[in-house]
Every structure is written in C-alpha cells, then in structure tokens.
C-alpha cells in the first residue's frame, strides 16, 4: 500500500498564476481532505471531499477550489495566487469522517515568488 | 471562535515522561481530540484519539479532564527520534465539523 501519495513534490509560481495540486488516498478511503500548512505554523483545514463533492469547508476564499474523482483521487486548485500562498500544501485521507485517523501525505511545497 | 492553544517548545532528556497539555476552550460534547506528530517536511502522523478520561495505546496516552477544555498527550520513555512537533487535533461539531489544528509543541529530546 503506497499510502496518501502527492503531487508534485515541489512548485514555483508567480504572482497572479494559477495552480493545480494531485492527491491520491489511501487504500480503501473514500474521504479526501486539504490543508495549508505555513512554515512554523499548524496545518490549517481547506475543505473535504466526499462522493465527489464538497463536504466541509475552512475559512479559505473561493479562490481555493477542488474537485474529487469517481476513483476518490482529488486535486486542488487555486486561483489569482498571492505572495501569501506560499506554504506546504497536505493532502489527508480518511473512512468517511473526520472524526477519525487521518492519513496524511508528504505535502507539496507552494513558493509563489 | 474554536482556538487550538499548546505550549510553543519543549525539551526532555532521553528516558523521561513527556506531557503535553492542549486547551480546547470550546470543545463541545460530541468533539473528539486528536494527537499528531509531525517531523521536518513530512506530513502529520496520527498518535492517539480520545473522547473522555484516559486513552492509551502502544506509543502514548491521552488524559482529558472531566470538563474536556484540555487534555495531555504523555510519551513515555522518550528517545531522540521522538523529536518532533506535536500538534493536537479537535474536530469541532454542532452542526458542521470545523478542523483546528492546535499552534504545535515542538518537542526536542535531549540525549
């Protein structure tokens, strides 16, 4: 079982640009959640992705949208970026819920210059 | 508003009991407080859950009081390769589940 896989490893962008970020879940999950992680600070949660919609949101501006797969894979996009989305970008699985064990990727790292 | 509060740093020698204290002020009754630890550009790592009173499993325990506004993930014997951050989760519900990752204790084990 490969586990919570992402990609890329690494992105630079500049200012205004657009981005798209890949997770594949765990084996066997079916819920797919994103966090913003800054350098030095906690993950912050995004959204959540269940049966290919969105299920739960954070305090994040449309600009950060995403999308689910009928195969549970999901992606994150965000639009117009900002300085500000700079940070390391994780992807979590999980069995329905959020109440559970999280299974988190290696992130990808965002530079936006 | 849901706030997430640990000590900044820690540092313990190696062999020590390690205790890390969160405080959840507005946890609520079905809230459930989740421990992770996170090492240098890797992804969280899911330690220990718990509802209420005492949890334990193979790599740690997790005390919440009875009033659940904190709770104390404890390391036993810790070792150098427990150096890491270690965040406590709360999956705050009524409602709709609002994720809030607490700000982190970076642990550093001495030898």
């Known amino acids: 079982d490969a586990g919570v896989t992402q990609s890329p490893t690494h992105l630079i962008k500049t200012r205004g640009q657009q981005v798209t970020l890949r997770c594949s879940p765990k084996s066997g999950h079916d819920t797919v959640s994103w966090y913003q992680q800054a350098l030095g600070q906690g993950p912050q949660f995004i959204f959540q992705?269940?049966?290919?919609?969105?299920?739960q949101r954070g305090n994040f501006p449309d600009r950060f949208s995403g999308h689910q797969f009928p195969n549970y894979s999901s992606e994150l996009n965000v639009n117009a970026l900002l300085l500000g989305d700079s940070a390391l970008y994780l992807c979590?699985?999980?069995?329905?819920?959020?109440?559970?064990?999280?299974?988190f990727g290696p992130g990808t790292r965002l530079t936006v210059l | 508003l849901a706030k997430t509060t640990q000590p900044i740093s820690m540092d313990s020698y190696e062999g020590q009991e390690v205790n890390i204290t969160c405080s959840h002020n507005?946890?609520?009754?079905?809230?459930?407080i989740t421990w992770y630890q996170q090492f240098p550009s890797q992804g969280p790592r899911f330690i220990i859950q718990g509802y209420k009173t005492k949890v334990t499993n193979e790599v740690a325990s997790l005390f919440i009081p009875a009033d659940r506004k904190s709770s104390t993930l404890s390391l036993p014997r810790v070792s150098l390769s427990d150096t890491a951050v270690y965040y406590c989760l709360v999956v705050y519900s009524g409602g709709y589940q609002k994720v809030t990752f607490g700000t982190g204790t970076k642990l550093q084990v001495i030898p």
């Open positions: 507005n946890i609520a009754t079905n809230d459930y």
């Open positions: 979590a699985s999980s069995g329905t819920s959020l109440l559970g064990e999280q299974f």
């Open positions: 992705y269940y049966e290919e919609e969105e299920r």
